[in-house]
């Protein structure tokens, strides 16, 4: 089945740095995902793409599409205690019908 | 998005017996998905539920072990059948409500003893 590759696997930051994560796949997708999953909580849609080069962003978060179709990232700015979880990707592909998840980014941000 | 809400939030059940899950959402959707997340680990897709027919089961999910009901619109069930301690996980439904965005319940966590 497709599978989607997301590094780092976990992050160490400091309140107020940059982070970014991203997820790549060897097929294509047409649609991706990125989700915030905390403790003891479902993930949460933070971002959605839908077209190839696409740059969104939802307050501190931006999220592009790769042109390629084959990849996306996830950047996060001035980093808050708040933002602590993990981070999922998931892409979407016609051929599959389904939604494949990344294996997450475990964020912990030091004071 | 949509409020879902799952029921239990958690159990600890006996190996051997079955738990079934409810899912409830404030308004019809057409696509409704359970999924799993084994501890530490990502999510990966049990079955489609379906209004009206047979669920849609993923490779290595089977309607024996996880029998699933979709008897409106607005409501699921989810049943861990027979269960052994390899079932402990997060059981998580989702609906789909605008162009494959997805969006989760809270999650049941299950433990099996």
């Known amino acids: 089945g497709q599978q989607l590759n997301q590094s780092p696997q976990s992050m160490f930051i400091q309140e107020g740095e940059d982070v970014s994560m991203n997820c790549t796949s060897s097929?294509?997708?047409?649609?991706w995902l990125w989700y915030k999953q905390d403790p003891g909580e479902g993930p949460v849609l933070l971002i959605a793409?839908?077209?190839?080069?696409e740059l969104t962003s939802n307050g501190r978060l931006t999220a592009q599409f790769g042109i390629t179709r084959k990849d996306s990232f996830l950047n996060i700015s001035a980093s808050i205690p708040s933002d602590v979880g993990i981070y999922f990707c998931a892409g979407f592909s016609g051929s599959a019908r389904q939604l494949t998840f990344g294996s997450g980014t475990q964020l912990t941000v030091l004071p | 998005s949509a409020v879902i809400s799952q029921k239990p939030s958690r159990d600890i059940c006996q190996r051997g017996t079955s738990l079934t899950i409810q899912c409830q959402v404030d308004s019809q959707v057409t696509m409704m998905f359970w999924y799993r997340q084994q501890p530490g680990q990502s999510l990966t897709l049990i079955a489609t539920?379906?209004?009206?027919?047979?669920?849609?089961?993923e490779s290595g999910f089977v309607i024996d072990k996880f029998p699933i009901s979709r008897p409106n619109l607005t409501f699921s069930t989810l049943t861990v059948s027979n269960m052994s301690p390899e079932d402990s996980s997060i059981y998580l439904c989702s609906v789909e409500r605008v162009y494959n965005e997805q969006f989760f319940g809270p999650g049941t966590r299950l433990t099996v003893l």
């Open positions: 793409l839908y077209k190839a080069g």
């Open positions: 097929s294509i997708f047409n649609t």
């Open positions: 539920a379906n209004q009206g027919s047979e669920a849609t089961y």
